[in-house]
């Protein structure tokens, strides 16, 4: 058939080279998936991952990412959300309905403690908040309608490490589902599932890109019907994820387990340093015996993440702590972390947590790649200006 040259310009012959070998993925840029005939088309069902339908559902760029997240956790399932809150999200809208109750730690991630105040507020659905530490405790807590406890291992700002098997053990006695937030050791330093929770939560944003430009989330499972379960507010919500953004975790995925073992050995140096210091009152790190949940962290943890917090000494103003932050020079105020570049973060806990007892000002840091003598350096000379 002869066609025009426009009609040239999308119909062209290319076809990916037989025999081409390469380490990377290819990166599939696709919204629609073509199909080989009708009849292939009204058989493949969007959720079966060797199916391919449309790229809203998948592209073998994702499921490729999938498999390997899944592989990670030692999950069997893994869906793909546009940012680790919409992964939250996804949870949530999969498995709260109206009447429903869910639990959320008192440390959780502020996006996912606003979704629980927008699900309380406009959904009818009711989100209590527990003691990060209450461990066995939260029997106590658990109500006919609960549906959902969420944990966070450590809380990413104060940093507390739950006792994971004690609150699954509570929680599925009474008929509900554990999700954790993984994202503090990107699934490398804490088995989830093998603590007993039912769905893991990564904010792919974090380690597993390792770059800072990249925003993804995923939720892992073990069990097929509770993965579709989840899989259908995938698609009612249409999440999706681009494939250059699947590809750039993809590349970060190989290096990822080095880069933890690094960010991990200068957290604790720098932490270490930090607790000998007199304007220091308390350092938040798993890791150190003044963290609220230490022993669970020895007993549940392989390994550490470069954030932790400290908390300086109640003589200190925040005027004063606030000039130490605007002094370094290595750490850029910002959220996030996993990246290369360290970076630090005040918070006003008293206005965070109602429990909240320490009077001195936290400030959050993200350990990065850099040298940890010079971070230590530049940590001492903001220290002097206080
Ligand atoms: C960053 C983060 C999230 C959310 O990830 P985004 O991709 O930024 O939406 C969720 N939980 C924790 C603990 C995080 O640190």
Redesign the pocket.
């Known amino acids: 058939m002869t066609t025009s040259l426009q009609t040239q310009l999308i119909h062209n012959a290319y076809e990916p080279p037989a025999g081409f070998a390469a380490f990377p993925t290819p990166i599939h840029h696709a919204s629609t998936v073509l199909f080989k005939d009708v009849a292939a088309m009204r058989s493949g069902d969007w959720k079966d991952k060797n199916a391919y339908t449309y790229g809203l559902h998948g592209t073998p760029t994702t499921f490729t990412l999938e498999a390997r997240l899944a592989a990670i956790e030692d999950g069997q399932f893994c869906l793909l959300a546009p940012?680790?809150?919409?992964a939250?999200a996804m949870v949530d809208f999969a498995l709260l309905k109206s009447g429903d109750d869910v639990l959320l730690p008192d440390n959780v991630?502020n996006?996912?403690r606003e979704l629980g105040r927008w699900l309380s507020q406009d959904f009818g659905v009711s989100a209590r908040y527990y003691d990060p530490l209450i461990g066995a405790g939260i029997a106590q807590l658990m109500q006919p309608n609960t549906r959902l406890v969420w944990t966070?291992a450590p809380g990413?700002v104060s940093m507390e490490v739950p006792d994971l098997p004690a609150i699954c053990a509570a929680a599925h006695a009474a008929g509900a589902l554990v999700a954790l937030?993984n994202?503090?050791s990107a699934g490398l330093a804490l088995r989830g599932f093998e603590h007993g929770v039912d769905i893991v939560m990564q904010?792919l944003?974090?380690y597993q890109s390792g770059g800072s430009d990249v925003?993804?989330?995923a939720v892992i499972t073990r069990e097929r019907a509770l993965n579709d379960r989840l899989a259908m507010a995938h698609m009612r919500l249409g999440m999706g994820v681009s494939a250059d953004d699947a590809y750039l975790v993809l590349r970060g995925l190989s290096s990822m387990k080095l880069r933890f073992e690094a960010h991990d050995a200068a957290a604790r140096k720098v932490a270490a340093w930090l607790k000998a210091r007199p304007e220091i009152a308390r350092v938040l790190h798993p890791a150190f015996a003044d963290c609220p949940g230490h022993a669970h962290w020895k007993r549940d943890f392989t390994g550490a993440g470069g954030l932790f917090s400290v908390v300086f000494d109640a003589r200190y103003s925040e005027a004063q702590t606030d000039r130490f932050v605007d002094s370094l020079a290595l750490f850029g105020i910002g959220y996030?972390w996993g990246g290369a570049n360290s970076l630090v973060m005040p918070y006003r806990m008293q206005a965070m947590r109602k429990a909240w007892k320490d009077a001195g000002i936290l400030v959050r840091f993200n350990i990065g790649l850099e040298d940890a003598d010079d971070l230590i350096a530049d940590l001492a000379q903001g220290l002097a200006r206080l």
Not at 83 to 86: D, F, P
């Open positions: 940012s680790g809150l919409a939250i991630y996006p996912n966070e990413s937030d994202t503090w904010a944003t974090k925003l993804m989330g996030s």
